[in-house]
């Protein structure tokens, strides 16, 4: 069973960076996607950014497109997202998620609903 454990949330001022690791453990296939996503008090889940081991293409929430970057390390198993020029607006508990994907498949699943493992969470609180 894959289990995933988030770390590198914290306090950051406006304008500052964090970088966040997701790491998993339990993967039997070398396909796969990873996801970020983000959840703010009183608001909806929102996807952030996503990843595939089969083609490396990644997706960005417009929202932090130019600012945030996933990346990963496949023989680590571990996908990691820097988040640059932070903003308040950014302040949420930050989650990863995980999915077996196709062979064959291209792009990244973006739907929270495709992906069934998720971690447990990691707050990041970005001051002004």
């Known amino acids: 069973e894959v289990q995933l454990v988030e770390s590198g949330g914290g306090l950051v001022q406006a304008g500052g960076s964090l970088r966040l690791s997701c790491a998993a453990s339990?993967?039997?296939?070398?396909?796969?996607?990873i996801g970020w996503f983000r959840q703010a008090p009183g608001k909806d889940r929102e996807g952030v950014s996503f990843i595939s081991s089969v083609d490396g293409s990644t997706n960005y929430a417009d929202h932090v497109k130019g600012r945030f970057t996933i990346s990963s390390d496949n023989a680590k198993d571990t996908v990691y997202l820097q988040m640059n020029s932070l903003k308040p607006e950014d302040t949420a508990v930050y989650y990863c998620a995980f999915a077996y994907v196709s062979v064959g498949r291209r792009g990244t699943p973006t739907n929270e609903y495709e992906y069934d493992r998720w971690g447990q969470g990691t707050q990041v609180t970005v001051s002004s």
């Open positions: 339990g993967v039997t296939f070398d396909e796969y996607a």
